[in-house]
């Protein structure tokens, strides 16, 4: 009775937390005012869109891609054509991330014939080819045109990053505690041995691709919409998969909240540690990362579970000192 | 456990301290003190004082310093940083409406050649530093980002390291470049080869060797639009993309149709798997117009004699004789053991037209300091700088030719360390 309690409370203390910080997250733009924050924040939802989208089909599926640059770049690609040739932002941010899905079903078919090491180094190359593709196609820069300078604001933009990474968290939720979430973790675990209880390996990684592809797709479109020149090329940039699997491995892979701290920490340390030391962040940074690797191979979210695990053993060392006949010294 | 643990805190400690202790490199300023030199004309008795002056002239800049862009932001910092120290060893920049002289202070990023970075720290700058302008880093990409950036937020920009003209076509104000771009390569080229060598040994007949990038497409077009002009034939247009390994066929196609120069913009990569199979195929241009690949110092390591004879349109060379280069070289070779870089200069040559600018402006308002930029008419390590309605600058072109291991500054003549070389002999008899 007393456990069922506890666990009521901690579910009304976790659902406080988050409405708590939904309401701080959505009033920033209205309390601060400068620039370089608000543009810090998008990068963070940003990164946590693109993080918790690799790891629907990396953490859950078990399937790690490394080819993941290629749905964002295509999300990127497709939405920042229809949108500067003056078609309505969401439509094209849907096509987007319709484009990112149709691929994903393209590649996806002949990909699951591939497992485990093969399977990543057969997306890589698969997106390295759209990389190399687009670069040769669509070789000029994308600017903004400068009557959209002139109107540009970060607002809007801070507010579609948001949604975006609320809309691909709460997805992944609802994913994972589902029947289809259950049989994507099955695959993982032994893809044979869920196949022999009627789990469709298969489909079940179709599925995932799938979804990955469209919030992937959704955020290329948020960045075509965010940046001001860029070569179209670029969201194609393997860097865009690797910082992904980073902040996920970073934060902790197959979890909800793993992306969401990995990408807070990913985007906002590194910047902290560029704006300080410039030349030698990146070796700080990587020195950081080998140490999270290191110590929490669980990512950081291990971090409070191990508090917790110290605490309650510290409360059952108390416990059992309590119970313990006092030593009077007669 | 509890050893890894305490190990991990002390790096952590370690961390955390050496970043709270570390800035961002500012350049060393010395306090803000009153004009010497400047007229003190007595103050009627009803004119009012003027306002304090701040402590610093705020100028951000976001560099490369790191990535595939990397070797560039190492030549452009210099440069900046010179000519920073140098204004303000003199007491920094005379502003009228403060009526003092104000340091410089200049707050450099690394923006990893990432341009979601670069515009992240624009921000940063123009956020926490409020700075009167921003100096850009190097490549047409970076500056693409970085220029809407200054546009957006109504700062001035000066960038070097980009010829790319397109940037220059999208209606931008902010946006000021002392560096040669692709209308003027595309037109020295055959002005300097007209100049220089007498008619019936020019080498007539063209190849381009087009990379599938804007500035590739970019020039590619004003070469061939350039040559009928000048009395030249364009006899083979062949395409590459970026990252290129095989190029036998377009240069067998050269050599067939007797193409006597060559003109391109590889990447240093292509450049040299280019120039490698040209020498293996037996075709030697009598000239080749090389931009780019030729720049980097390791050409002439790299190539040995396949690499002579070459030449680039850099935007800028340690031989040329204006006010202010000696002084830059001897600096530079103090700290790096060579002349001051091709970049160096350029980026030198920004931070003077700025501070030429600022005085002018008497104030630092950044739409004035923007103005008085559009109106820059001054000598600079680069020579006379004067800028165009789209913010191109009005600049020296020189022409550099690779001899015998060297960066040779060829033209123009008055500047010219050594004679052009002309025409080229066969790769075989080097």
Redesign the interface.
Known sequence: MQKKGSQVSKKIAISITIVLILIATAALPLVVKKDSTINLAILVFLYVTLSSSWNILGGYAGQTNLGHAAFFGLGALTTRLLWLSGRPFILSLLAGACVAVGFALLIGIPAFKLRGVYFSIGTLALAQILYITVGNVFPMITSLPTQALITYQLVPRYYLALVLALLTIGTAYLLVNSRLGLGMMAVREEEDAAESLGVSALQHKLLALSASAFFAGLAGGAFAYYHVGYYPQFPFTPVWTFDAVMIAYIGGTGTIVGPIIGGIFYVVVKELLALKLVELHLIVFGVLFILAVLFLPGGLVEVWSKIQTAFARRARGQEAQAALPRDTGI | MRA??MT?MV??LL?ST???N????PTQAPTPTKEAAAPTEEAAPTEAPPPPAPEFIEVGASIP??GKYGALGAMVKPGYEYAVQDINDKGGVYVKEYDAQIPIRLT???D?S????A???L??L???QNVVAYLGGAA??MH??T???A???KVPYLGIAFA?Y??HQ???QYLFSPFPKSPAQARDVFEILNAEIPEGERPTKVAIFQE???W??ELAGLWKENAAQYGYEVVVHEQY???SEDFSDMILKAKQAGAEMLLAVPNPPDGIAMFKQMSELGWTPKFSLIIRAPENITWGETMGTVGDYVTIFPGWHHGEKFPGVEELNAKYQAEFGRPADLLTGPAYACVQILADAIERAGTLDRDAIRDAIAATDMTTVVGPVTFNADGTGNVLNPLIQWQNGQQELVWPKDHATADLLYPAPPFEER
Do not use: F, H, W
Request: charged share 25%; with cysteine; net charge negative.
């Open positions: 890894r643990l991990m790096i952590v961390v050496l970043v709270t570390c800035t961002p490199t310093l790191t450099i990023y690394d990893e990432d341009p979601t970075k515009v992240s720290k921000e940063t123009y956020s926490e047409s990409d693409a980002a220029a809407a950036i546009e957006k937020n790319l397109a940037i999208q209606g931008y599938t990038t804007d590739g497409i993309a970026p990252r």
